[in-house]
């Protein structure tokens, strides 16, 4: 006996129970009992046809759902693509109205400086000239460095306090004439080698070496406007060792040097006082009256004179003297705010 409630059967969704009602509707009381004779194979298949019917529906729904859920995904996607590549033809134009901009702004540029400056009654433009001196000599007792401190680009004059003897490292010394942004970064670059060498080979880089290695760079550099006057020096294996490099890659050993605009006045003084046997009082005076002519009758140099004494054990900084007080010291004048005895 197979017992089947038709009244509490939800209408709202067909179910199984609504096909099965369908094939055994010609039953008018909602119990039935088979004949003697029936076969449970048949109400089975029934059964099993009303449940493939059913996952066949389902399965044909499922696969629409899916359908409809890519076809939607496909919208949104080309929908996205869409914004992408009208937002990316917006930041094009963008782009192309900024660089327009800059383009027009830049030509305005030009056309306003080419009208200031060729115009008739326009000044004479600046002239960035340099102006220092710088020493260096050798004698007994090491190496004595001498240097000015003013910094000037023609009539300019930018500082008077710069320092231009670069320490590159604990026992080598390098001075600064023509530029200062070239002389001071690439003797910092060339302390940076020499450290690098020292931490490789195990051993302090001969003077020579050192110089050979900002030649080389410098050299390389040949035509590209560099504005270097350097002296490199320090005590070494082989003993107190003065080269000179500058931005060709010219490099010269030597005994004395001078460079900068004030370098010919200095000359004369150095010639004249030098001796290879001199105290180091007697050298570091030496070293620092040269400059002070030299900053006396060049418009360019001036400032403080820094001197710096270079031994086997390293470098050291000896004095710092401005030079209005050394012209007082020099030529014996009383400064005007303080009165004769």
């Known amino acids: 006996m197979i017992n089947i409630d038709f009244d509490n059967i939800e209408q709202s969704q067909p179910t199984l129970y609504d096909t ?11 119990h039935f009992e088979l004949p003697p004779n029936a076969n449970n194979n048949g109400i089975q ?19 629409n759902n899916n359908s409809s859920n890519n076809n939607n995904n496909n919208n ?15 930041n094009n134009n963008n782009n192309n109205n900024n660089n327009n901009n800059n383009n027009n702004n830049n030509n305005n540029n030009r056309d306003f400086l080419k009208e200031t400056f060729d115009h008739p009654s326009a000044p004479k433009a600046l002239e960035f000239a340099h102006g220092t ?20 680009q023609g009539p300019y004059v930018a500082s008077r ?3 231009k003897v670069i320490e590159i490292t604990p026992t080598l010394l390098g001075t600064m004439a023509g ?13 940076r080698r020499c450290r690098l060498y020292e931490l490789r080979n195990k051993e302090l880089i001969s003077v020579a070496a050192a110089s050979k290695i900002l030649a080389n760079i410098v050299y390389s550099y040949k035509g590209y ?7 490199i020096t320090g005590w070494d294996k082989t003993g107190p060792q003065l080269y000179y490099v500058d931005n060709d890659g010219t490099r010269l050993h030597g005994q004395r040097f001078a460079c900068g605009s004030g370098s010919t006045y200095a000359y004369g003084v150095l010639d004249t006082g030098f001796k290879w046997e001199m105290g180091d009082e007697e050298a570091y005076e030496l070293g620092r009256r040269a400059v002070y002519h030299a900053t006396h009758r060049d418009a ?20 710092s003297d401005d030079c209005f007080k050394l012209y007082q010291k020099y030529y014996n004048i009383v400064p005007i705010n303080k009165p004769a005895n």
């Open 20 to 30: 099965l009602a369908s094939d055994v509707k010609f039953l008018n009381t909602p």
């Open 45 to 63: 298949m029934v059964f099993q046809r009303v449940n493939n019917n059913i996952n066949d529906n389902n399965n044909i729904n499922d696969n």
């Open 76 to 90: 949104n996607n080309n929908d996205n693509n869409n914004n992408n590549n009208n937002n990316n033809n917006n």
């Open 133 to 152: 001196t710088t020493l260096a000599f050798v004698y007994s007792g090491g190496i004595v460095v001498s240097v000015d401190s003013k910094s000037t």
């Open 161 to 163: 306090s710069v320092k």
């Open 179 to 191: 530029g200062a942004a070239d002389c001071s970064f690439w003797e910092r670059e060339l302390g």
């Open 225 to 231: 406007g560099l504005s270097m006057g350097t002296m």
């Open 300 to 319: 360019y140099s001036g400032g403080a004179i820094n001197v710096y004494h270079v031994q086997k054990d390293g470098w050291k900084k000896i004095s």
